[in-house]
């Protein structure tokens, strides 16, 4: 069992940077893959990052290469997202998500967190 929760969205201007944060608990995080989903109102859940248990490989939507960045402390049981450049677009509800697989697809991740707003005005 593991249980996710995310935090540090909010409010931004365009341009502007934000970082999520997701607590893991459960034994196995520090070996399990983790990922970024967000929805945005009236659109279909969408990847936007990954990285691998140890932290030596990610990946990311095109959308957000270059201006997004995944990391974890499995010291801490934490996997951050870094986003910088915020556009309006990327509004919507992050959410952390783990899986067994180093995926993209969200019906491979198994366990998810709460989500987190991230508002970016234009």
């Known amino acids: 069992q593991v249980q996710l929760v995310e935090s540090g969205g909010g409010l931004v201007q365009a341009g502007g940077s934000l970082r999520l944060s997701c607590a893991a608990s459960?034994?196995?995080?520090?070996?399990?893959?983790m990922g970024w989903f967000r929805q945005a109102p009236g659109k279909e859940r969408e990847f936007v990052a990954q990285?691998?248990?140890?932290?030596?490989?990610?990946s990311y939507a095109d959308s957000v290469k270059g201006r997004f960045t995944i990391s974890r402390d499995n010291a801490k049981n934490t996997v951050y997202l870094q986003m910088n450049s915020l556009k309006f677009e990327d509004t919507a509800v992050y959410y952390c998500?783990?899986?067994?697989?180093?995926?993209?697809?969200?019906?491979?991740?198994?366990?998810w967190g709460q989500g987190t707003q991230v508002t970016v005005s234009s």
């Open positions: 998500a783990t899986s067994y697989y180093f995926t993209r697809l969200a019906r491979e991740y198994d366990y």
């Open positions: 990285i691998s248990w140890n932290g030596g490989s990610t």
């Open positions: 459960g034994r196995t995080f520090s070996i399990r893959p």
